[in-house]
């Protein structure tokens, strides 16, 4: 698979986005968060994601706070988080809030987070 548009949101829609990405490589992660929220994630460059309905979002930062964390504080839900990569801004996605996506039928790698 390559890349490709897909939009997502929040449960109660408040925050929409389209993205850009290549859900061939998605990530499962063992970290105190994400495994409570049963997360797959894929990781895009900031350029790639682009918020279509920017409601409010309250940040949660935790380890070495270095990822802001981006949920809707009316439904709960997590669709997006900011950070940096190879020193560059990306966003990870939460596939899980993709349209037409079934997260859990991915190929996903596991990662390590918890020892990271």
């Given amino acids: 698979m390559t890349s490709q548009s897909y939009t997502g949101s929040c449960q109660c829609g408040a925050i929409a986005f389209e993205v850009d990405a290549d859900l061939d490589h998605t990530v499962t992660c063992n970290c105190s968060r994400c495994r409570r929220l049963g997360w797959v994630l894929t990781f895009v460059p900031a350029s790639a994601f682009r918020l279509t309905k ?9 380890n070495k706070h270095i990822i802001s964390h981006r949920f809707c504080p009316t439904c709960g839900v997590e669709p997006y988080a900011r950070g940096e990569q190879n020193g560059e801004p990306m966003v990870a996605v939460n596939v899980n809030c993709l349209d037409g996506v079934d997260a859990r039928a991915l190929n996903s790698t596991p990662w390590d987070g918890a020892s990271a």
């Fill in 54 to 62: 920017d409601g409010p979002t309250t940040e949660y930062l935790f």
